[in-house]
């Protein structure tokens, strides 16, 4: 997905909220057993992936529609950023409340299979 994010296929979008999230994830001890970036590599990385993309003000919030709090931040730039889809392995959490706002909620494999015909 990134390859395709990089040679914009689509665009993926992101609250500062957000970001942020994913950057402090990426940080966490076990996350840099698992990636083996060093600091330096992992700040890169997250440089070159802020440059792809799309920002997004939250301009709305609708809390709570999800069971688990930590996802808001997901719908919420979704919902601002007028998503035309929801890529998530989390689908079952996204299934309800996307809809209600004219978002359909798919798993990276669908979505990509959409993507690369």
């Known amino acids: 997905m990134l390859s395709l994010l990089a040679d914009g296929q689509f665009i993926a979008l992101v609250t500062t909220a957000l970001f942020l999230e994913y950057e402090a994830v990426l940080k966490r001890p076990e996350q840099r057993e698992v990636h083996g970036l060093s600091e330096a590599d992992l700040d890169g990385l997250l440089s070159e992936l802020a440059a792809v993309l799309e920002p997004v003000d939250v301009r709305f919030t609708w809390r709570p529609q999800l069971s688990d709090p930590a996802d808001e931040m997901v719908l919420e730039a979704a919902v601002n ?33 959409g993507v690369t015909l």
């Open 81 to 113: 950023g007028r998503a035309d889809v929801l890529v998530t392995h989390n689908v079952r959490d996204f299934a309800s409340a996307a809809p209600r706002f004219g978002i359909p909620v798919l798993r990276p494999a669908e979505f990509l299979r």
